[in-house]
């Protein structure tokens, strides 16, 4: 039953979507699973432990695809300036949503910023074009928190909450992939592969890519790498066989 329900979810979608349906059949099975874990010390079988995750299927678009420059810049552009300065922080800082939001003035200190992660404090360094567009914004800082909304009725600045946040990034990047401004599948998360992407063009080493990401999987690390060394040959290969290519 389990499996017919995850299988109807994957064909269907939720809510008449049917994009990464395959996500929202693996969200279904993780709720049942968990469900009967809690359950666990009250039965003998669990029902819910042989029904597998559906993989993504070779076609499906790529999920939290990195960022290109062009894509970056024309988000800082168009965006409100409060979004923009979210995304701006993420991309700069490869941060989560869910840090990005609570980020205190602070915690931006002579040149670096100190988040916090499972206890521990997790130094960044800021790079001089974040710096170039937070330095202003200190001077008339209203609010502890550096990403704040405008206020809607009393026009005091509030702290956007994650939801409040996601939505009004995915407002903006709905219509500029609308307006044929950027591509498609771009989340939030995907500047954390922005950065990463950007630092192996860089030559950056694994080591100093796991100290941008602070708590980037080995694996995660190993995908990046294998793009880059991809691109690398491919462009190597290319100007071998075309001798007038650079």
């Not at 939720?14 to 099975?29: E, H, P, Q, V, W």
């Not at 894509?71 to 800082?76: I, R, S």
């Not at 592969?193 to 995660?220: K, V």
Request: a positive charge; proline letters at 4%; charged letters at 25%.
């Amino acid at each position: 039953g389990f499996e017919a329900v995850r299988d109807i979810v994957l064909a269907h979608g939720t809510s008449g979507n049917k994009i990464n349906c395959y996500r929202s059949a693996n969200f279904y099975l993780t709720v049942i699973k968990r469900m009967f874990r809690v359950m666990a010390k009250h039965l003998d079988y669990n029902p819910a432990y042989h029904p597998r995750d559906i993989l993504p299927l070779k076609h499906t678009a790529v999920s939290n695809r990195p960022w290109t420059i062009n894509e970056f810049e024309t988000f800082m552009k168009e965006a409100h300036p409060t979004i923009s300065l979210g995304v701006a922080i993420g991309g700069f800082l490869a941060l989560r949503i869910s840090d990005v939001v609570k980020l205190s003035w602070s915690a931006r200190n002579n040149g670096e910023f100190m988040i916090t992660k499972t206890a521990q404090q997790h130094p960044i360094t800021e790079p001089l074009e974040l710096k170039e567009i937070l330095d202003p914004l200190e001077e008339i800082k209203q609010s502890p928190i550096i990403v704040v909304t405008q206020g809607r009725d009393d026009g005091i600045p509030k702290p956007y909450t994650k939801e409040g946040f996601r939505a009004q990034f995915s407002k903006t990047r709905n219509r500029l992939v609308k307006e044929g401004k950027i591509g498609n599948g771009l989340t939030f998360h995907g500047l954390r592969h922005f950065i990463m992407t950007r630092g192996l063009e860089a030559g950056c080493s694994d080591a100093q890519l796991r100290a941008i990401g602070g708590h980037i999987s080995e694996n995660m690390i190993r995908l990046y790498t294998k793009k880059a060394q991809m691109k690398h040959h491919q462009k190597a290969a290319i100007s071998m066989i075309f001798k007038n290519t650079k």
